[in-house]
């Protein structure tokens, strides 16, 4: 059943031992947090990549933090070619991800053919908590924007999907933009 709080994400993963791993769908977000960064971008063609800048370092070092107690730390992001924008922004900083410690996949959409995916983004910690990750149609956080999950057969029904997307998915360093 869904909690009636809004979850922290960044406790959830403080509580995480084993893994974390965030299963991206969308071609575009335009959540606030990103927004200043994303327009440099879109106005430079320059992407923060420095995991100590003030945009990068907390989330630096949270994921630090996790890998060196043993959390598997896993991102996959299903995109659609030619990507958007926004994909070619995030795959140009991804490189922070993966210094940090996450190891990023990538799936073309239509190499996701076959597969049952979830609808909704999340994160899935230690194959126990689901916190599903709600958005708008434009990319903007929905008005209740996180609910953490814990039902087994939910997330297990989850992980099955997200470990199959894993699967066929591109490793970033071998993941080309179209």
Same mark, same amino acid.
């Given at each position: 059943?869904?909690?009636?709080?809004?979850?922290?994400?960044?406790?959830?993963?403080?509580?995480?031992?084993?893994? /974390?791993?965030?299963?991206?769908? !969308?071609? #575009?977000?335009? =959540?606030?947090?990103?927004?200043? *960064? $994303?327009? +440099?971008?879109?106005?430079?063609?320059?992407?923060?990549?420095?995991?100590?800048?003030?945009?990068?370092?907390?989330?630096?070092?949270?994921?630090?933090?996790?890998? /060196?107690?043993?959390?598997?730390? !896993?991102? #996959?992001?299903? =995109?659609?070619?030619?990507?958007? *924008? $926004?994909? +070619?922004?995030?795959?140009?900083?991804?490189?922070?991800?993966?210094?940090?410690?996450?190891?990023?996949?990538?799936?073309?959409?239509?190499?996701?053919?076959?597969?049952?995916?979830?609808?909704?983004?999340?994160?899935?910690?230690?194959?126990?908590?689901?916190?599903?990750?709600?958005?708008?149609?434009?990319?903007?956080?929905?008005?209740?924007?996180?609910?953490?999950?814990?039902?087994?057969?939910?997330?297990?029904?989850?992980?099955?999907?997200?470990?199959?997307?894993?699967?066929?998915?591109?490793?970033?360093?071998?993941?080309?933009?179209?």
């Amino acid at each position: 059943m869904p909690q009636n709080e809004p979850p922290r994400f960044d406790e959830l993963l403080a509580g995480a031992r084993r893994s /974390a791993i965030h299963l991206e769908l !969308r071609d #575009v977000y335009t =959540v606030p947090d990103e927004a200043d *960064d $994303y327009r +440099r971008w879109r106005e430079t063609g320059e992407r923060d990549v420095d995991p100590a800048s003030a945009y990068w370092a907390p989330w630096v070092a949270m994921v630090r933090a996790a890998t /060196a107690r043993g959390v598997a730390m !896993r991102r #996959v992001r299903i =995109v659609s070619e030619p990507v958007s *924008d $926004y994909i +070619r922004y995030e795959h140009a900083g991804t490189a922070v991800n993966v210094a940090a410690g996450e190891e990023v996949r990538w799936l073309p959409r239509d190499q996701a053919v076959g597969l049952l995916l979830p609808v909704v983004d999340g994160w899935l910690f230690d194959e126990e908590q689901l916190l599903l990750n709600h958005f708008t149609g434009d990319g903007q956080w929905a008005a209740v924007p996180m609910e953490l999950r814990t039902e087994p057969d939910l997330v297990r029904a989850y992980a099955d999907a997200v470990e199959a997307v894993w699967e066929r998915a591109v490793p970033h360093a071998e993941y080309k933009i179209r």
